[in-house]
């Protein structure tokens, strides 16, 4: 199943130091090569420096930068950069502007290839999602009659809500359950659904922030907390509905 590490989001002036120490531990490289996707924000600047400020200057790795919105790469500029990586970390912002410039150049297909061959996948708010199913995106907060819905790129076969203690966001998965059935996976704001091929577990950076699992249950929509656990769990745990 690979190696992800799936962040809700982060809540200033908390940072996520340690989920972004966990990501550059996954890569058993001391001066990891980190490819950053600002994609969804729209490749703003202001993004990029601050992540290289956290990633480049405090951490030590060899940071690049993919730009799909502000440059037009070739296929193989992508995927020379994509496979010279460690990690690939795909910014937060706007999904359904993520997926279109994922789906323009066929982003699937090479990350598919990046996640066989045990590149870590990572990344916050619409980056987290994105590794999901589908999602629903809105341009105002509960309003599930002009929502779009976005399909994802499907890699783990279960819906990711970030943001999941934020205002709107559980409607936003209670809704999205009733319509595609199967299991959510909340995460709140400084937390991270860390996945390693069969296995998962909840890390987080103040002991507040929760992941929670959603299903349906007749007419009834579940959820419960993930236990939070410094060993790994089977992922069959997480993902399989209560009878």
């Known amino acids: 199943m690979g190696k992800f ?4 989001g982060v809540t200033p002036p908390l940072s996520l130091d340690i989920i972004d120490e966990e990501i550059i531990r996954l890569t058993d490289n001391k001066k990891p090569k980190v490819l950053y996707v600002p994609t969804a924000g ?6 990029c420096d601050f992540f290289r400020g956290i990633y480049e200057k405090r951490f030590g790795c060899d940071l690049d930068i993919l730009y799909l919105v502000r440059e037009n790469p070739t296929e193989y ?3 020379e950069k994509i496979f010279l990586s460690d990690v690939i970390y795909v910014e937060g912002g706007e999904t359904q502007r993520l997926m279109g410039y994922f789906k323009k150049y066929k982003m699937d297909e090479i990350l598919l290839k990046a996640y066989k ?3 870590v ?4 708010s619409a980056g987290a999602l994105c590794w999901g199913s589908y999602y629903f995106e809105d341009e105002e907060i509960n309003d599930f009659k002009n929502y779009t819905e976005v399909e994802c790129l499907k890699f783990l076969n279960f819906i990711i809500c ?11 998965m209670d809704a999205m359950i009733n319509m595609h059935g199967g299991v959510g996976i909340g995460i709140e704001n400084n937390c991270a659904l860390e996945i390693i091929n069969d296995k998962y577990r909840i890390i987080a950076t103040n002991c507040d922030s929760n ?3 959603v299903y349906q249950s007749g007419t009834k929509i579940c959820r419960k907390i993930i236990i ?3 060993n790994f769990r089977n992922m069959k745990e997480l993902i399989q509905i209560p009878s």
């Open 5 to 8: 590490v799936l962040i809700g």
């Open 42 to 47: 729209g490749d703003d600047p202001d993004y």
């Open 77 to 79: 500029e992508i995927k």
């Open 117 to 119: 061959n045990g590149i």
């Open 121 to 124: 996948l990572a990344g916050k």
């Open 162 to 172: 970030p943001h999941y203690n934020m205002e709107g966001y559980s409607e936003k």
């Open 211 to 213: 992941a929670y699992k």
């Open 228 to 230: 939070k656990d410094s």
